[in-house]
């Protein structure tokens, strides 16, 4: 069982940064693929990118692509968004998941195992 806490959302004007951690419980962390989603009102959740195990792999949204960096970092059991020229669109509820293969990276919601509760990112003009 893998538990699964994002943080780092909050108010930010458009063209701002942000940076969401998610920390994860359990020794396996490691052996997972992470990914991030996101949420917004009245929409469906959404691919935002994935990591491979190792991190050696990445995989984006286009409408991410090249203004947000998905990090993690084994040793403290944490996978991060770096979020940089921020837009209003981009305002939704943030979602980490991790999912038991490890060696792929998915857009595929269905294919994670385990979700955290989200965290709040509101982009305003």
């Known amino acids: 069982q893998v538990q699964l806490v994002e943080s780092g959302g909050g108010l930010v004007q458009a063209g701002g940064s942000l940076r969401l951690s998610c920390a994860a419980s359990?020794?396996?962390?490691?052996?997972?693929?992470m990914g991030w989603f996101r949420q917004a009102p009245g929409k469906e959740r959404e691919f935002v990118a994935s990591?491979?195990?190792?991190?050696?792999?990445?995989y984006y949204a286009d409408s991410v692509k090249g203004r947000f960096t998905i990090s993690r970092d084994n040793a403290k059991n944490t996978v991060y968004l770096q979020m940089n020229s921020l837009k209003p669109e981009d305002t939704a509820v943030y979602y980490c998941?991790?999912?038991?293969?490890?060696?792929?990276?998915?857009?595929?919601?269905?294919?994670?195992?385990?979700w955290g509760q989200g965290t709040q990112v509101t982009v305003s003009s």
């Open positions: 990591s491979r195990w190792s991190g050696t792999s990445t």
């Open positions: 998941a991790a999912k038991h293969d490890g060696v792929g990276v998915s857009r595929i919601r269905a294919q994670y195992d385990y």
């Open positions: 359990g020794r396996t962390f490691s052996s997972y693929a």
